[in-house]
């Protein structure tokens, strides 16, 4: 583990982490109301955004508490409002990233009835995209910011202003979705609320900011995503959350 982790593993905000693990438990329970679905989930704008920041809570806060904590304590007071301004202000990058992802989804779930090869094709671009970014230098210099919680405390400690915690988690909250855009969009090829697939991008970005040997993961993962880019043409079913047979609209009204 690297030596920045080791000195703030201790230090990591267990409110953060409960927070994270009620969003987990919310999901569980959600997902049980819905049947598997492509695209939108049949949810509304509204509904759909609810949902993802959820997931996004859920799946993001475990790799992001260390560094809400570390902020927060740089300052040696009020820890619980910092840190919740800051958890608010990260979200909200999430919440921004919602509505591209709601559109796409629209758009699949035009597609994907009418033309069932460009769902395939759809797949091939959200594999592709994933690992070739994953590959990139980009990746690595957004991945280098995620993985120094003390590195990131001390070039924001000269923000002042009463909004500063908000703004801090926004600044993050954009480094994070910059590092992770590219494995969240698996989600749109696996489903969004694909449990199993959210778990294991979970722990994908767990590892890739908390261990030395994270970031060849990493580069593990984008070629293994290439290999599925090609791998869906000729097995679509690689890609459930754009192959599903449609099922009914969710009862539940998120609209």
């Not at 969003?23 to 569980?28: A, D, G, I």
């Not at 508490?65 to 304590?73: D, E, K, L, T």
């Not at 908000?166 to 969009?185: D, Q």
């Not at 778990?199 to 970005?205: K, Y």
Request: with cysteine; charged share 10%; aromatic share 10%.
């Amino acid at each position: 583990m690297p030596e920045i982790w080791v000195s703030v593993k201790r230090r990591t905000s267990p409110a953060v982490l409960l927070l994270a693990v009620a969003c987990w438990v919310s999901v569980v329970v959600i997902s049980r109301d819905m049947a598997p679905m492509t695209g939108t989930m049949g949810l509304g704008l509204v509904g759909f955004v609810a949902v993802w920041v959820l997931m996004m809570a859920a799946m993001m806060l475990p790799s992001v508490a260390p560094f809400a904590s570390v902020y927060a304590r740089t300052f040696g007071e009020r820890h619980a409002a910092r840190t919740a301004a800051f958890v608010c202000g990260y979200l909200m990058i999430w919440i921004a990233a919602a509505l591209p992802v709601y559109g796409i989804a629209r758009a699949a779930d035009q597609l994907i009835p009418a033309h069932p090869a460009g769902a395939t094709v759809l797949a091939v671009l959200a594999f592709a995209s994933c690992g070739i970014y994953q590959l990139t230098s980009l990746k690595d210099r957004c991945l280098a910011w995620c993985r120094s919680p003390l590195g990131f405390a001390m070039k924001h400690s000269a923000y002042r202003g009463r909004t500063r915690d908000f703004r801090v988690g926004m600044h993050h909250g954009a480094f994070c979705l910059a590092c992770c855009w590219a494995l969240m969009a698996l989600l749109l090829a696996f489903g969004i609320m694909n449990l199993i697939a959210m778990t294991i991008l979970a722990l994908i970005v767990f590892v890739e900011r908390s261990q030395t040997w994270g970031p060849r993961l990493g580069r593990l993962v984008g070629v293994g995503a290439l290999v599925f880019a090609v791998g869906v043409i000729f097995q679509p079913a690689l890609a459930p959350g754009l192959h599903q047979s449609q099922h009914p609209t969710m009862t539940m009204d998120m609209r």
